[in-house]
T-cell receptor, first 115, second 109 residues
Framework: EAGVAQSPRYKIIEKRQSVAFWCNPISGHATLYWYQQILGQGPKLLIQFQNNGVVDDSQLPKDRFSAERLKGVDSTLKIQPAKLEDSAVYLCASTVRAGSNSPLHFGNGTRLTVT | RKEVEQDPGPFNVPEGATVAFNCTYS??????FFWYRQDCRKEPKLLMS?????NEDGRFTAQLNRASQYISLLIRDSKLSDSATYLCVFLDSNYQLIWGAGTKLIIKP
């Protein structure tokens, strides 16, 4: 089974620039998550999709972050404009169905550095 | 009180020793509990689910104490490869996953 694919692995940008991350979940996984993980902290949920609908985006800084999953498969997360505090690892995860005991499968993450 | 709390560590443990750490949660309606393992600069991976009756997987034992609202992870005969950060996660009554910040474990030869 192919895992969750994310790209790019690393990205360095200057503050106020924009950046986009891409995620392709495991085939058949209806639920997709984007997490932000700052060094030394647990993952922080940014947005959760069920198919192509948003389930939870309460912690997404909507003035600068946006995400979409138009066809219910792959997803993109965008930051515009970036701030220094956005430096973190952005993890995409998927699962068969939210609320079940099926585990989350994470991608390798995108390590973003904002200078 | 935070929704979930873990001792950040690090726990420095000699190889072969037994180590245990807990994770407390504040939402008594929490439904499911998990331990994830995260290696340095890697993504989290499911270690084990935590069942009400407690469960064991090789050298790892997970337990749930609903009365005191915590889960625990015990590692016996620790190996160097067990060095990682252990994240507790629970599913709340809204079916949302709540993550702890993790406990860092370092196994020393």
């Amino acid at each position: 089974e192919a895992g969750v694919a994310q790209s790019p692995r690393y990205k360095i940008i200057e503050k106020r620039q924009s950046v986009a991350f891409w995620c392709n979940p495991i085939s058949g996984h209806a639920t997709l998550y984007w997490y932000q993980q700052i060094l030394g902290q647990g993952p922080k949920l940014l947005i959760q999709f069920q198919n192509n609908g948003v389930v939870d985006d309460s912690q997404l800084p909507k003035d600068r972050f946006s995400a979409e999953r138009l066809k219910g498969v792959d997803s993109t997360l965008k930051i515009q404009p970036a701030k220094l505090e956005d430096s973190a690892v952005y993890l995409c995860a998927s699962t068969v169905r939210a609320g079940s005991n099926s585990p989350l499968h994470f991608g390798n993450g995108t390590r973003l550095t904002v200078t | 009180r935070k929704e979930v709390e873990q001792d950040p560590g690090p726990f420095n443990v000699p190889e072969g020793a037994t180590v245990a750490f807990n994770c407390t949660y504040s939402n008594s309606a929490s439904q499911s509990f998990f331990w994830y393992r995260q290696d340095c600069r890697k993504e989290p991976k499911l270690l084990m689910s935590v069942y009400s009756s407690g469960n064991e997987d090789g050298r790892f034992t997970a337990q749930l104490n609903r009365a005191s609202q915590y889960i625990s992870l015990l590692i016996r005969d620790s190996k160097l490869s067990d060095s990682a950060t252990y994240l507790c996660v629970f599913l709340d009554s809204n079916y949302q996953l709540i993550w702890g910040a993790g406990t860092k474990l370092i196994i020393k030869p």
